[in-house]
């Protein structure tokens, strides 16, 4: 079945790149996500990424794919105390009629 | 633009009780998307509708849970009888209809049953 696997926790000083990784598990995935969650609100798309592309660049986010490995990564450049939140990886599976699966989150602690 | 609506914010029930959610999603989008969140966990999916059909509710306990889409705009999802299981947030997200169009999501109800 679809699995999304993220790490839980990342902390990082303002100023510095946060790399923040995912590993999924169904190859027919069209669409893969990167969406913030801020407490008590909904989540916010960040980015996306086709999976015929290996990267995607949008300001202070790169998204890098390796499909071969199935494994996405969202970089976040100058983290800022604003980006404290939780960030999930979700997958656009095409197996069981196109739906989205998302990893548990990683929470992103920014020290100032 | 608007954003997806979600009203309660908060609700606390107890158990035995029914409760309701309501959603109102962006304007012109068809595609309407319930989902719930553990504690510590992603959004897993409850249902999906297209316009007013549900076109995957394969993941909703059917024995307590029902929701409906009757002009295929605004939705509710129904809980009756709530169980001490059921606390999480629950969250409604729209997207336009197309396998690539994006989910935008609701803030969400927090569910506490006591």
């Known amino acids: 079945g679809e699995d999304v696997e993220q790490s839980l926790f990342l902390s990082v000083r303002e100023g510095d790149s946060s790399v923040i990784n995912c590993t999924y598990t169904?190859?027919?995935?069209?669409?893969l996500y990167w969406y913030k969650q801020e407490p008590g609100a909904g989540l916010q798309l960040l980015t996306y990424i086709f999976s015929n592309m290996d990267m995607k660049q949008d300001q202070r986010l790169t998204v890098l794919l390796n499909k071969k490995d199935k494994h996405l990564s969202l970089r976040i450049a100058d983290t800022q105390t604003g980006d404290s939140a939780i960030y999930f990886c979700a997958e656009r599976a095409n197996t069981g009629g196109f739906k989205t699966i998302f990893g548990a989150g990683t929470r992103l602690f920014v020290k100032a | 633009e608007a954003g997806v609506v979600q009203s309660p914010r908060y609700k606390i029930i107890e158990k035995k009780q029914p409760v309701a959610f309501w959603c109102n999603p962006i304007?012109?989008?068809?595609?309407l998307y319930w989902y719930r969140q553990n504690l510590g966990q992603g959004p897993e999916l409850l249902i999906r509708?297209?316009?007013?059909?549900?076109?995957?509710d394969s993941q909703l306990p059917k024995d307590r849970f029902s929701a409906e889409r009757l002009k295929g705009v605004d939705s509710t999802l129904k809980i009756q009888p709530a169980e001490l299981g059921d606390s999480a947030v629950y969250l409604c997200?729209?997207?336009?209809?197309?396998?690539?169009?994006?989910?935008?999501f609701g803030d969400g109800t927090r569910l506490s049953i006591l």
């Open positions: 997200a729209s997207s336009l209809e197309g396998d690539n169009q994006p989910q935008h």
């Open positions: 169904d190859s027919s995935s069209t669409y």
């Open positions: 509708y297209e316009n007013e059909e549900a076109v995957d």
């Open positions: 304007s012109g989008h068809n595609t």
